[in-house]
């Protein structure tokens, strides 16, 4: 949906003034911190198209990957990159102990109102503690899409000692397909001959989560 489709108060900007920052979407977030749009696409359309880039990307763009999107020139990208750095440098997931693995829910929640499953991955040290969550693949969960070696490539990296997988369920439906319990005993059987223990997979949509740890199913 186009900018001025929307009501006015469903604009991101004035949906920020009468609701709060934490009422608003990735996109419309995007949204706000654009401004505008131009010629060829609107706000909404530009922020869309960012943030299909900043989940394959992760936290971290290049000014040179930013300006790939069409309509992204030198100051949306600099807007973009300092909003992100200055995200960072006051909320870290970095550090953040994880208790019990379903206390990783609420640092990926906002992944909830994705039109596609995204499968994302939290690598952990030995204390639980949270050294970064990433997107791994974007599509339908399966054998094909998710393999280990994508999946455990960061947290080797990272010399995780254990992590966490989930992925959003668009429907709202959270009962595990037979693909994602497929999916979650060849990542634990991968993890095990790596050193790197999955504590859990978690489902989500906007409201709640299923722990496959929690039903017995990991």
């Known amino acids: 949906m186009r900018i001025q489709d929307l009501t006015v108060n469903d604009r991101p900007r004035e949906k920020l003034q009468h609701k709060g920052a934490q009422a608003l979407s990735d996109m419309e977030l995007l949204a706000v911190l654009l401004g505008s749009g ?80 995204h499968f994302i991955c939290i690598s952990l040290n030995g204390a639980n503690e949270v050294i970064a969550i990433r997107t791994v693949s974007v599509g339908l969960v399966n054998r094909a899409l998710v393999h280990p070696r994508e999946v455990f490539a960061d947290p080797i990296t990272d010399r995780a000692s254990a992590v966490i997988v989930a992925h959003n369920h668009p429907s709202g439906n959270l009962v595990p397909s037979p693909d994602d319990l497929a999916v979650t005993r060849q990542l634990k059987e991968a993890g095990l001959t790596l050193g790197i223990r999955m504590l859990d997979h978690i489902i989500f949509n906007k409201e709640k989560y299923y722990s496959l740890m929690e039903n017995g199913q990991i």
């Open 38 to 117: 131009n010629r060829k696409y609107d706000v909404l359309a530009l922020a869309a198209k960012l943030l299909h880039l900043l989940d394959r990307t992760g936290p971290t763009p290049s000014m040179e990957e930013l300006m790939t999107v069409n309509g992204v020139g030198k100051a949306k990208a600099s807007l973009i990159m300092a909003g992100l750095e200055f995200a960072r440098r006051r909320i870290r997931p970095h550090g953040f102990k994880i208790a019990f693995p379903p206390d990783a829910y609420p640092l990926i929640r906002h992944i909830a109102d994705r039109s596609q499953e």
